[in-house]
């Protein structure tokens, strides 16, 4: 049976399509595109007066694909992006697996026809092995060599397909071995604890995660990463999406909170959101301690990837084992 697709511009048209939504973003290991997150971007990031314009298909009952765009009203220039852009990434429009061509075809009739009119679509953060920039512009400009990559971060990872967390430590160096113990150590003669956030404690947690957070930019010129609206948007996703999707891990010491660092989980994959740690237990490398938490979290759990975020920073590689990328592209000769 071929798919059927509509345009849906209200929050409350998608309402019945969460599930299958959320079981796209699952089953693509795509935690940043689950609805409990781009619509809590939608609610409280997106820039005032933002409209809904999603595509979505389906394949009888099923839904079969989903590209949840925002814009502005027409006075805004037409611009299309992706929830959640500029927030988190990777992101893209989510379908069954294999269905992109088809999809895209559906979807780029919808967009065309689309009011405001798209007179430039933006994927910001979007894997850079993702098939949708080139399919999607060629349906709507009919040349797939439209797409102009204006960025590129790498997105470094680690595997997480070892039988323990020993087995995984093996693979490090025994020089991060060594570091990663006697910071262990220290911090446990200090009495500090290592936890994860429960539903009733997640907006104090978060409030100490922003507050690390700042004290280590501040001197840097402030966080572009961070702000009450953010800080808004990661607690209505908490809710929606529950304490074992959005994992905030933490070390307290004396009952005061020195590291937390927040992740998303979907399917097979933890997505690194963000963190801070308080700079005066620095030598205990308290970031490293905390996502060797969550490897070791994921591995326990049968996922296979823990994404570290975009950017290429040393930190990262003292863990990551892999590495794929992550695209800003302007999809070029878009029909006003």
Excluded at 41 to 56: F, K, N, Q, T, Y
Excluded at 98 to 112: H, I, N, S, V
Aim: aromatic share 8%.
């Amino acid at each position: 049976m071929a798919a059927q697709a509509e345009l849906l511009e209200t929050v409350a048209a998608l309402a019945p399509h969460r599930d299958g939504w959320d079981a796209l973003a699952v089953a693509s290991g795509r935690p940043y595109c689950a609805p409990g997150w781009m619509l809590s971007w939608l609610r409280e990031v997106a820039p005032p007066g933002a409209l809904l314009r999603a595509c979505v298909a389906h394949d009888g009952r099923e839904l079969v694909g989903i590209a949840p765009f925002w814009t502005l009203p027409e006075d805004g220039g037409g611009r299309y992006g992706l929830l959640g852009e500029r927030t988190s990434s990777p992101v893209e429009p989510l379908c069954a697996a294999g269905r992109e061509p088809e999809l895209a075809a559906l979807f780029g009739e919808l967009l065309a026809e689309a009011t405001p009119r798209p007179r430039e679509i933006e994927l910001k953060g979007v894997p850079s092995d993702s098939a949708w920039p080139a399919l999607l512009a060629e349906r709507l400009s009919g040349n797939s060599g439209s797409v102009q990559r204006t960025r590129f971060e790498p997105l470094p990872r680690v595997g997480l397909r070892h039988s323990s967390m020993e087995g995984w430590l093996a693979t490090r160096s025994r020089n991060f071995r060594q570091q990663l113990r006697q910071g262990r150590r220290r911090l446990e003669e200090a009495g500090a604890t290592f936890r994860a956030s429960r539903q009733g404690d997640f907006d104090r947690d978060l409030a100490s995660l922003a507050r690390l957070h700042h004290a280590r930019w501040r001197p840097r010129g402030g966080s572009r990463a961070m702000d009450e609206r953010v800080e808004a948007m990661l607690r209505r996703a908490a809710r929606d999406l529950g304490e074992e999707r959005v994992r905030l891990l933490a070390i307290d010491v004396d009952g005061v909170t020195i590291s937390a660092h927040l992740f998303v989980r979907a399917g097979p994959v933890r997505g690194y959101w963000l963190g801070g740690f308080d700079d005066s237990w620095a030598a205990c490398r308290p970031s490293l301690q905390v996502l060797a938490t969550a490897v070791e979290e994921g591995i326990a759990a049968g996922e296979e990837w823990l994404e570290l975020g975009p950017g290429g920073q040393e930190y990262k590689y003292r863990l990551a084992d892999s590495e794929t990328g992550l695209d800003w592209v302007k999809l070029a000769g878009v029909p006003a």
